[in-house]
């Protein structure tokens, strides 16, 4: 029945700012995937097409640069450019005219569909119809307002409206549609909205509702979200991760050099809970690499230049979706990685902060000087980049999670092969414009030696330095 599909693309998601100050709002990525290519592959998967016209404007290329042709993805793509992005989502549809001689269908570029019964728009194959539109039950009716409602009598949609005041039923119009080319001389006799100002879809549609053969409702069961804001754009990602979150994988990167006394209850404390842990030892020289891997930790013996460098090699060759940084001194412990995991369905990357009080042991370095010298680099960085809306309270703090998609966008910005890597990595994913949350963890005292990093003032002198230095140079790079 359908073998075509148009996807429009060309809006400025000026609601979502600042999210698309540097990039098209389709292109925001949910669950690691952009928002138009989840919904090219859902199309494809569920009802076989494989012709893709695609309608960009804003940051057209940057569509262009992603998608490409569409052989990555198994399809094929067109573009058509629209120049007047201000005139709404029905003229853009409308430069699909000559290209549509039979039903086909579009899905609005930047909607989130999960787990849904596409597939089965298939079976509308045997009916007559000039339109069909998406609908799904919600008993929230501010999501009604905020995109369309429709009235249904019998088996047909006989009315459409736009963000409507009053809602009679509890039918939210959704983005997927399957129109024949009668749309195309709908949208053109269709007058300006008095509200908006443009023609508006919906308003088209409704031509066609009053007239023979008629415009279809489709239930469509699954998860839905429209993604105009910036929570809307966050709440979407918390419900992606979140529905499959148990099948990700889960690995905790442990960077060792001569810790043989405490790194195999490090690996034991976290290993019950994750799918591995893996130990970077730097060529220790003592027994670090021979505990580790009696605890049942996996263990790669590498020559790096330093902390921060055996950080990054671990999070880089670690093999889980979900990436886990810890100590190997056991100043941190498995009790809090629920917590770190929790917020990792609503984060990018989450950062612990060891600066709570009544959640550090007694005995442990974070005394007055230290505590307090995280909390005043923490609120500069706060400062610094400040348009990003961080909220950090430490910079020091190891124990942190990180999706791999989100490493993977960070990694070009890191340099550190130091502790400076700890605030750096921050710092990228802020430049990055990833979501970074910061969450209390228990800290305790380390089992055996010292601190490579702040066993003394001296030490904790040229920590703080080479972080100072890695927050100047940051500030300074153009990103």
């Not at 849904?116 to 919600?138: K, M, P, Q, Y």
Request: net charge neutral; proline share 4%.
């Amino acid at each position: 029945m359908i073998s075509h599909a148009v996807i429009p693309a060309a809006g400025r998601g000026i609601r979502a700012y600042p999210r698309t100050t540097h990039v098209p709002k389709v292109l925001l990525e949910i669950g690691g995937v952009p928002l138009i290519e989840r919904n090219i592959t859902m199309i494809r998967d569920a009802l076989g097409v494989r012709e893709f016209t695609v309608i960009i404007g804003y940051m057209g290329e940057r569509v262009r640069d992603r998608l490409g042709d569409g052989t990555r993805l198994g399809v094929r793509i067109r573009y058509l450019e629209c120049r007047d992005v201000a005139a709404g989502l029905a003229r853009g549809l409308l430069l699909a005219k000559d290209l549509c001689r039979e039903p086909f269908l579009t899905v609005l570029g930047d909607e989130v569909y999960l787990d849904t019964n596409h597939a089965e728009i298939a079976d509308l194959s045997g009916r007559a119809f000039s339109a069909v539109c998406a609908v799904t039950r919600t008993s929230e009716t501010h999501l009604i307002r905020r995109n369309y409602s429709v009235r249904v009598e019998g088996d047909r949609i006989v009315a459409l409206e736009e963000k409507p005041e009053r809602i009679d039923n509890d039918l939210l119009g959704l983005g997927t549609y399957v129109f024949t080319p009668e749309i195309f001389e709908a949208i053109e006799s269709t007058p300006l909205s008095s509200r908006s100002g443009r023609v508006e879809l919906t308003d088209a549609i409704g031509r066609l509702a009053s007239r023979e053969p008629g415009v279809l409702p489709f239930v469509l069961d699954g998860r839905y979200y429209n993604v105009n804001t910036v929570d809307d754009y966050n709440y979407a990602n918390y419900l992606v991760r979140a529905a499959r979150f148990d099948e990700y994988s889960r690995s905790v990167v442990i960077p060792a050099f001569n810790e043989e006394s405490s790194v195999g209850t490090v690996v034991r404390d976290f290993l019950p809970w994750v799918d591995e842990v893996f130990v970077v030892d730097n060529s220790s020289t003592d027994r670090t690499a021979e505990v580790a891997a009696e605890a049942g930790a996996r263990v790669e013996t590498v020559r790096l230049h330093g902390y921060g460098d055996t950080i990054r090699h671990g999070l880089e060759h670690a093999n889980g979706d979900i990436l886990v940084v810890v100590e190997a001194d056991s100043s941190f412990r498995a009790r809090d990685l629920g917590k770190m995991l929790e917020y990792l369905k609503d984060a990018d990357m989450v950062v612990g902060t060891r600066t709570t009080r009544e959640m550090v042991e007694q005995g442990t370095n974070m005394r007055g000087p230290v505590r307090w010298g995280n909390v005043i680099v923490a609120k500069l960085v706060e400062a610094l980049w400040w348009g990003r809306q961080p909220r950090f309270t430490d910079v020091g703090c190891t124990y942190r999670a990180l999706w791999r998609e989100a490493y993977a966008r960070v990694k070009p910005l890191l340099r550190g092969i130091g502790p400076e890597l700890s605030p750096e990595l921050m710092i990228a994913a802020l430049q990055a414009r990833l979501r970074v949350i910061e969450v209390p963890v228990s800290y305790h005292r380390r089992l055996g030696g010292e601190s490579k990093h702040s066993a003394n003032y001296l030490h904790i002198s040229r920590t703080a330095l080479r972080m100072l230095r890695t927050i100047a140079r940051k500030r300074l790079e153009r990103y």
